[in-house]
């Protein structure tokens, strides 16, 4: 008999990475309840109650493909995508030095969780200074630790994101409310202002 391929119905779904990982299914589903909570304001509260919980105590084992850090950019891997489109779950591994630019969500709700090490969150007023330029100010600076978690909720939601440990990796776990495909980064020009540019944004591996 000839050898047959995999039927497509088979095969693991690469949205559907978290429900084969034993330590992701409580994850999902308390996010599964969270995202039902009404208002942004509510299930950000929820979510961000989840992550401090799960990962406060170590609840979230992730493989290591999750672990690896990147050369060239901080790595980007696609954990869970909810089937109804209300969230979706993606992990985030920042090798030292690494971080983001200044950046928005596209316009969607989003709650960070640190996994294990320690990360720098600044938050930015972004105002418009003429032409096509901005102005960019730094409000205020949080490092956060393995268990805690922040909400980022548009539309004051111009951050900064990286690294605080400066010779080894930490991981982050980002709930955002919808699939994120894009979103505007600010780029420095010569004059001291900045340039926005939206980013269309993939997963690794
Ligand atoms: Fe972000």
Known sequence: ??????????????????????????????????????????????????LEDLLGRGAVALPEVFRQARPDTYARRLLHR???????????????GQGTP????????????????QIAVTQYDVTPAGGDEFAIAARD???????????LIPPTD??????????????????YGGDLCECQVFMPTANGRYASHLRSLSFHE
């Open 158 to 175: 111009y951050h900064v994101i990286s690294n605080a440990l400066p010779d080894s990796p930490s991981l982050t776990l980002h709930v």
């Open 1 to 50: 008999m000839e050898p047959r391929d995999t039927p497509l119905s088979a095969r693991p779904r690469r949205d559907t990475l978290a429900s084969m990982i034993p330590s992701c299914q409580e994850l999902v589903a308390r996010l599964d309840r969270s995202v039902e909570a009404g208002s942004v304001d509510a299930i950000t509260r929820c979510v961000k109650a989840d």
């Open 82 to 96: 909810d089937p109804r489109g209300r969230y979706t779950a993606i992990v985030m591994t920042w090798g030292p």
């Open 102 to 117: 200044v950046h928005d969500h596209g316009g969607l709700w989003c709650v960070e969780g640190v996994v294990e090490g």
């Open 141 to 151: 600076t949080i490092m956060a630790g393995t268990g805690t978690a922040g909400r």
